[in-house]
């Protein structure tokens, strides 16, 4: 009967051990105070992961959106948007492009816009361009060297009025939810959404096994057009 109490007093000591080494590097390493300082204190996005002891499953905290989101109300419930908060994964993308579509048309009318329909083209070029960002590793909007543009000739897409928004997350920052939150909150990207004469979207999102160092990697494209309808 008393084995219990004293694996009891051992995941004590072991938690009063872990708080006490915490502490002490609070108070000795100007560096840890910085950390915290920075990121837990910050109003921008973070999410920590670790093993309270050391061992054992891990914990996460944080959070993908910031403390004070102004945007929060642009952005749908996970329920009017089903998958938006859901990881894409490498096998089956196609409920999270819905459910970008679907968030990026929530904002818009919550703007006073027009909700977008998908153009098939659109969808094509915003894959070409994922896949060029995770070849060539080039997080950028003109990645392997090509015109930014050049994804959408390539997929038959009119020379008419053309934009593009990108976005690369991983673990709890891969959601379709989580980014439209950091283009919305993002004013150069938030005005490429809000562009009143947009008349079509495409969405794509690849995860890329590594990218630049990190794990299971989602590179988000949204393309918008303004061909006549």
């Known amino acids: 009967m008393r084995k219990p109490a004293v694996t009891q007093s051992r995941r004590t000591l072991l938690v009063t051990t872990s708080a006490l080494v915490l ?43 910031p403390q004070n989101d102004s945007w929060e109300s ?34 818009r009318l919550r703007e006073g816009l027009t909700a977008l329909p998908a153009s098939p083209e659109l969808d094509n070029a915003s894959r070409l361009k994922a896949l060029d960002i995770i070849r060539c590793e080039d997080f950028s909007h003109a990645a392997c060297g090509k015109d930014p543009r050049a994804d959408a000739d390539a997929a038959g897409y009119a020379q008419v009025g053309w934009g593009e928004n990108i976005y690369a997350g991983s673990g709890p920052f891969m959601p379709a939810r ?50 006549p309808h």
Request: include cysteine; glycine fraction near 6%; charged fraction near 15%.
């Open 74 to 107: 642009f952005l749908p419930s996970p329920a009017a948007c089903p998958a938006s908060t859901a990881q894409p994964s490498a096998e089956s993308t196609l409920d999270s492009e819905r459910a970008m579509i679907c968030a990026l048309n929530y904002a």
């Open 178 to 227: 989580v980014a439209a939150d950091a283009w919305l909150n993002s004013p150069h990207h938030r005005e490429n959404l809000f562009r009143p004469q947009w008349t079509e979207q495409g969405v794509a999102v690849v995860v890329a096994p590594s990218f630049r160092g990190h794990e299971n990697v989602a590179i988000w494209v949204s393309e918008f057009g303004d061909r």
């Open 23 to 65: 502490i002490s590097a609070i108070v000795i390493f100007p560096s840890t105070r910085h950390w915290i300082r920075t990121h837990i204190g910050s109003n921008k996005p973070f999410v920590m992961t670790f093993k309270p002891l050391g061992i054992g499953p891990a914990v996460q905290t944080g959070r993908p959106y």
